[in-house]
Structures are given as C-alpha cells and as structure tokens.
C-alpha cells in the first residue's frame, strides 16, 4: 500500500458534531460487527439507540440481540465470538458488574471481544455519576483496557480496539473506556472515518492465519477444564499474549495515522514532557482541561508536563518509566479509590515502579468521583502542589481535591 | 372485649386512610401513573411498609440522595438484579425476629420481566413472605425508552425504533402476570390506575395474602412520555386497556385465576392504539397480529378462570 | 473563547440549542462543545446546559462556572439567582419572554437580548418549542456567527417540512430579537 498516496487521498474529510457515544455507535457500526447485544444503561444508553435506529435501517447488517440483562449481554457476544463472529456490546458501572463471570470467562477464553465501557460510579453505593471506579472494579479481569480522552479519540480508540483484539499474536477481549456524562454527552466536530478506509485499517486481519473457532462438526471444544500445567499453559500464554499488547498499539497507533491521518503516541501520550521538571500523570477526559491549564502555568514559566495514559492494562509501566524518569516531582490523578489503600488505584500501581523513577518524588490526587468537576481551579492546585513538592516542601501524600473535608477532623454526624 | 364492627367501605377513597408520606413538588412527568399508584400503596398499606426500589423512574422519588429524602417511608435502595433477594433478605429476618412488617418490593417490569426476573421467579417458588409489585410503563423508560420484554407487539421505543426496514417490536409480549399466577403463589393480581376500588382492594388481599407466602401484582401504568399520549389521557388510556381486553383485571389465589372485571363488550383494539403515538405507525396487519395476541392471552385466562359472567372467546375461523 | 450557560426546562430543547450551535460553529470551520448538567431529567423539571464556541480547538471538559453569556429559554427562571451565578463583567443574557423585562439586572449584566420565541415557535411549527428561535436569536445577540451556518446546521436534527417550518424560527429569531444596552 502507498501510504504517501493514501495521506494525499485522504483531503477529504467528513466531520460532524455528535457526542462520545454517537461516536462509539459509529465506530461499532464501521467496524461491521456480526453480532451486538443491546442493554441500555445510564450514560451509555445513547450508543444502543443509535445502532438500534442503524439496524432499523439496514445500515448496520448484524444480529442484534436485545437482551434481558447485561450478564446475558456479555454471555451472548463472548459465544458469538468464540463461534467466529465480530462482536460489540456496551455497558457501565453496575452493568459490568452484572456481567462480570462472564467478563472473566471471555478474557480466560481467549475471545477477542471488544466492549464500550462508559465509566461510571460504582461499586458500592447507588450512583449516577462519572467516575472511573468501574473499570478498577474490572482491572484484574485479564482484559486489554483503553482509555479515549475526547470524542475523536473515541472513535478512533474503538476502531484501534478491533484492530488489536482480533490480531492473531493478541486474542484478548478489549474495554474501551471514556467518562460518562462529561463525555459520554459531550457534543463535539469529530472527523468520521470513511467506511472504505476503516474496512482498509482491518483487512490486515484477514491477511494474519485464522483463529480457532467452534464450528459444527469442527471436533473442537472450549470452556473445558483447566487444572495444573494445562491450566498454567493457558494463563502463561495469556499473560504474554497482554505484554505483547504493548508494542501492538504502538504499531497500530502508526497503521492507524498512515491510513486516518491522526495519531495519538500509542500506549501513552506525552503533552509538554520534553523539559518539564513536574508532571501530572492523567487519563480521560480531564487530560483536556489538564492541557490547557499546563499552557497557561507555562506561559508563567512553570516547566509542567502531562503524561496521559491511554493503555491502562496491561500497565505500559516501561514508557511510563522512559517518559517519566528523573522528573522532579509526578501527581496521579485517579478517578477513582484503592480500598484498602490510602491513595487512588493508578497511583498504588505506579508507585511500584518508583526505584526506576532515578529519584522522582509521587503523590496521589483524587478528583472528579461522583460527577465531582475536575475544574481548571483543581487542575491549577495540582500543579502548585507537585511544584510544591518538587521544591522539597512538605505535602500530603494523598490529597482528596473533591472532598477537602477529608482533610479536616472526621465530620460531626458521626460515624467513621 | 367489644366487637369490632366490620364496617364496608362504600366509597373508593374510604380504602385510602393513611397519609401520603410523599412530598410535593417530586420528580416526575406531568401525567406520570406511577406516581399516582407511588402514592396510594402507602394510603392503603400503611405508612410503615418497608419499600424496595431499583434505579428506574421510581428511583429518583424513591431513593432519595446523600442523606435527603422525599418520603418518610423506611427504604431501600436495591440493584435491579437482585431485588427480590434483597426483599427476601428483609422478609425473612423480620419473620425471625418476629417484627411485624410489610416488605414491599416495587419495581419496573425492566427489572420484573427482564433483569431481575430469575430471583422473581425463585422468590415466589420459594413462597417468600412480601408483595412485589410490578409498575408496568412497558419499557425502560428512566433510561429513555427502550424495549422491555413486556413492551407490546408493534411499539416503537429506541431500541425497536421506526426505521426503513425494521418498525417498532417484531415480538409478542411476554405475559408476566400469567407467569407469576402459575407459581401458584397465595396471590397474584393485575390492576390499573382507572379502577381504583379494583386496585385498593387487591392492595388489602396482597398483604393478608402475605402471611402465607408471596404476593404479586402487576400494575399497568402508562408512560406519557414514553407512549406518547397527553398526559391527561393517562387515566383513560388505562380504562380502554381495560376495556378492550388489553389489560383484563383479574387475581389469582394459590394459582387459581377468576376475572374481577367482566367487560361484557370489548371495544376494538384500535381505541386504545389510537391514543398513543407509539402505535402510530401501525398497519392494518399489525394491528391484526397485536388483536391476535391480545386475545390469544385473553383467551388462556378465559380458560384458566372461573367467570363471574360470560366468557367472551374469540371466534374461530376453524374449528 | 465564549462559554455560554443554557437554562431551561425539560421539554424545550435547551440541549438541542447548544448542539445545534455547536454544529453550527463547526460548520464554519470552528469549534463547538456543549453537553448538559447531569441530574434527572424530566419534562418540566430544569435543566442546565454548557456550550464553548471558539476559533481554537476546545479542550476543557469542565462545566461552565463563569459564563460570558447566558441564554435563558424559560422565563419563569429570568431572575433566578442561579441563573446569574458567576456571570463575567459585561456578560449578555437572552431571554425567551413575552413580557415587560425592566425588572432584570445584575452586576456583570452589560446586554440583554429578548425574543418571544414560544409566539414564534406556535405560528412556525405548531409547537411551543423555543430552541430554533433562540438558535437564530443568540446569532444576532453575540455577534459570534452568521445565520446562514445556523440554518444549515439544523440539517442533521431535521428533515424535510420540518427542517423547513424550523429555519423559519432561525431566521425569525435572528431578525426579530430585541437587544438592549444596560
């Protein structure tokens, strides 16, 4: 293929204001699924509208499955899967919850399902609001797991996920992650691909040897039983089958800038880091306002950087250590809780790379859970904060930016 | 000890003597039935049931948030997936501590009919001490419409949208009434906004019915929002579900079904499409596989029942 | 970079305004991001809803805290206190009303444009449904983008006699919004 030629080609272009989930139901119906299941849940529920009006109208030639609950969702496109079929469902929060045996089977099983998860709080109490404690609910489940910042990055991650789960050398099940209602609903220009140029990105699937399949009299089974080094085999295969998966989406990032024209750096992407001497370390939506407030903290002579995870499992800690070493001072935001923990999930996770970091000095940030904003005020005090820390100063290992209360006395209603 | 005269009550609104717990000013559409039957359980129950709820369109009013609340009722806030087990939970261990109480757990016919259907189901196999009550607006509809299982044949919503090749559900509704009647549980009844004496005094027989085990209702509540009707239709549209068969009014004691409501001559279905936009687009032959339908059911509770009046089967072609 | 807060009530399209000016900014070559507050919706209930226009990429995804402009679609909530909240100095508001408006003023307010837009929705499309005539209106207030982009963007919300009776409201709104200098 000459790529100089498709570059040239692709002058036009078509771009059109719709929401993250418009362009998740978009990206779903470019990729040509097979088989969808359909099980509406706040704030997801616009993207099954939407392949429903497709389906309704022949745009979209695939079994739909409107299912009773998201565990049969899951059950559903894993088996579909498992029987050779392209798939796509979409959930969040207490759906992933539901489905979650069936969460595990598909990731044990090997079926390269690709799935929209709309972060939403959970688990523990009832909330409808944006927050990423779903997908740390999840993040054990063997599950390669994306995370799109805007709408554009949506689109284009959910094309990204089919491209990597389907590849021969990967066959893991793919979540694509994004924030509910700050960009679940936000409404924006996206740069809708071309059918023929998305059909083009993934016919180097059809190009790679095929995949076992359960088929009528194919004499083969799946979801038998596993026990010592069968079992290990299996889990071996898995775990290296996901390292794989780092370099993968690296290439991919490339295929997919030949082809579309965008790339986004792979498995992380790197806002101002070159000389930055303090860096916040993001992922989702907040990596937006992050980008904006870095530029005004510049232009005052502040040298920080933002180094926005976009892989998340497996945890691309070797570019995180190559871009993050021998800064001064680094704050993980999380969206979400590390029970059991004092900090957030992706903080706990890093630090355990910290030896490797040549001496820079971490600390946690917890914001934006329970549709708490993360405002550019919160993103300024952030920053002050790890400069703060970068000049030696003392400063709290966690800081609770939502809930300053946590700072204070435990409250006087009692109860702890 | 003076006997206690059992005195009738003639009038409808004599069923309601307790309060409304409910606030004013709460969150749900003009025209919402659900709000209306939200209202009356506790007027006939009591104001100390302890009512269950899932996410849904009850949930806003229901649930409450952070530490506020727009009723004084005892609560709890339970998954879709789970509710009868945790109305089971509360049941059993007030049966065991031998605190009197009613459990009512009240949910949408998404969480009855569809995700929380198999612990429905075992609750009632299990003969489980509490009323469940199903609200019926035949959709998801806190979520914005979409298709349940017991969204009718023909209906348009969001997931069976009205499109070039595919117009509204191509499916049946599945009867979740029948179904629970045939777990042959103590009680089990259908009811409507419109016939409200009907609805009051299957509430009663629900909750004496609770002493031997498990009670059902299934409550049809129309969605003006969602089925597109004005919103002062809504009584009406619940009266011509009754009268055209739609929705016949019957319970059912220990399995055995008897009609409460006799409609001696059933209006054509039509007159209860024609108030609801999703019906709209419609042909003639929908319109003939949803009369099938409707009186296909009609015709099973024709033969399951003891009739107070005649027996209204549809005409065979063949025979 | 222009951040406008939308207030309304379920019903009237506060969240269809702020897409459709969204579209529209993008149709002209600019950027637009809009989404609505989070909360219950229901018909009649208030709804808020957050709109950025600007000649640059739009990157915060953060609610609008400090509008410069404010449109109100309901008048019921023309001097709400909430309404107000954080409005920049020399901020505009446009209000869908039919009456008498001299009661309203704040501090930062510097314009105020007024439309009846439910009259013009009744006699364009039969319904009380403001969000077209306010579309047409907050072109012609702000200053910000011609009517010809705000018609076209009502192609991807409406179609034929629709889309029609609808670009009747934008232009309506455009032409016909009253704006003073306070």
Known sequence: ?416 | MAEIKKVKPTKILDHFVHEDPFSKGVAFCPGCALELLLRLIPRVLGNDIVITGTPSCSAPVLLGQNNQSWHTLSYFGTLMTGAAANATGLARYYRKAGIDNTVVCFNGDGTAADIGFGNLSGAAERNEPFIYICYDNEGYMNTGIQKSGTTPYGATTTTTPKGSIHKGKNLRRMNLALKMAMHKIPYAATATLSDLDDLAKKLKKAKEAKERGFAFLHVLAPCTTGWGHKPEDTIEVCRRAVNTNYFPLWEAVDGKIRMTKTVKKPKPLSTYTELSKKFAHMTKEDMQILQDDVDYEFCILGGLSVLDGECQLPVSAED | MSEVRFHGRGGQGVVTTSKILANAFVLTGQFGASFPMFGFERRGAPVTAFGRFSDKPVREKTQIYNPDILVVLDPSQRTWPTVFQGLLPGGMMLLNDSEDTGDISQENLRKLAVIDANKIALEEIGLAIPNTVIVGAFARMSGLLGIEPCCDALADYFSGKKLAANIGCVRRGFEEVEIFDL
């Not at chain 1, 097979?34 to 939407?50: F, G, K, N, S």
């Not at chain 1, 355990?352 to 820079?360: H, K, V």
Request: glycine fraction near 10%.
């Open chain 1, 1 to 416: 293929m000459n790529t100089q030629a498709k570059i040239k080609e692709k002058s036009k272009t078509q771009i059109k204001v719709i929401t993250g989930n418009g362009a998740a139901a978009i990206a779903a119906k470019l990729a040509r699924p097979d088989v969808v299941a359909a099980y509406p849940i706040t704030p997801q529920t616009e993207i099954i509208e939407q392949i429903s009006k497709f389906h309704a109208n022949g745009e979209m030639d695939c079994e739909l499955i409107t299912v009773e609950g998201e565990n049969s969702a899951m059950n559903a496109v894993m088996a579909a899967s498992l029987a050779g079929g392209r798939v796509f469902t979409a959930t969040s929060s207490w759906g992933l919850a539901f489905m979650y045996d069936a969460v595990l089977a598909t990731a044990g099983a090997r079926a390269p399902v690709v799935m929209v998860n709309v972060n939403r709080e959970t688990p523990g109490i009832i909330a409808v609001s944006s927050g990423q404690q779903d997908m740390i609910s999840t993040r054990d489940s063997g599950w390669i797991f994306l995370i799109a910042e805007d709408c554009q990055e949506v689109m284009d991650v959910v094309l990204q996920a089919y491209r990597l789960a389907e590849d021969f050398d990967i066959q893991v099940p793919v979540m694509v992650h994004y924030d509910g209602f700050y960009l679940s609903y936000l409404s924006e220009g996206v740069d809708i691909p071309f059918q023929e140029d998305v059909d083009t990105f993934l016919s180097v699937l059809k190009d790679q040897p095929e995949r076992t399949k359960l088929i009528p009299g194919g004499k083969m089974g799946c979801g038998s039983h596993g026990i010592l080094g069968g079992y290990l085999e299996l889990r071996h295969k898995h775990m290296s089958a996901m390292e794989r998966a780092k370099d993968k989406f690296d290439l991919i990032d490339r295929e997919f800038e030949t082809i579309f024209g965008r790339s986004y750096g792979g498995q992380v992407e790197e806002y101002r880091m070159e000389d930055a001497d303090v860096v916040l370390v993001g992922s989702g939506s907040m990596c937006g306002t992050i980008k904006t407030v870095i530029d005004k903290k510049r232009e005052q002579g502040i040298k920080v950087g933002l180094l926005k995870m976009r892989m998340y499992r497996p945890f691309p800690s070797e570019a995180l250590i190559a871009s993050l070493k021998g800064k001064k001072a680094i704050g993980v935001v999380d969206r979400s809780l590390a029970f059991g923990f004092k900090g957030g999930p992706i903080y706990t996770e890093l630090k355990a790379f910290e030896t490797q970091l040549e001496g820079s000095k971490m600390i946690s940030f917890l914001d934006g859970i329970a549709n708490t904003d993360i405002t550019t005020a919160n993103v300024g005090q952030m920053i002050d904060t790890i400069c703060d820390l970068a000049a030696g100063k003392e400063v709290r290992e966690v800081t609770w930016v939502c809930y300053p209360e946590a700072h204070e006395a435990l409250p006087k209603t009692g109860g702890q």
